[in-house]
């Protein structure tokens, strides 16, 4: 989906998912609900750490990029 759309686009466009589930969370006024939207911002929030590696692995130079890989895998 990164290529397709560019890293950048993704990024943002699950940074607003992820901001519009958290909104629905809050207005939540009963508990299914509330747990509805809670899995559908963990699905927004899940798409954050894969498409944020590729975008900083995209930028990476191939002789950093072991040293680059490593660092991101602490996390």
């Known amino acids: 989906m990164a290529k397709r759309f560019g890293g950048r686009r993704l990024f943002v466009a699950t940074i607003a998912l992820f ?7 809050g207005a939540a ?30 930028q990476t130079s191939k002789g950093d990029m072991l040293r680059i890989m490593g660092l991101l895998m602490i996390r």
């Open 29 to 58: 006024d009963n508990l299914p609900l509330l747990v509805l939207a809670r899995v559908a911002q963990r699905c927004a929030g899940a798409m954050l750490l894969p498409v944020g590696r590729i975008i900083v692995l995209a």
């Open 19 to 25: 901001r519009a589930k958290s909104v629905l969370r």
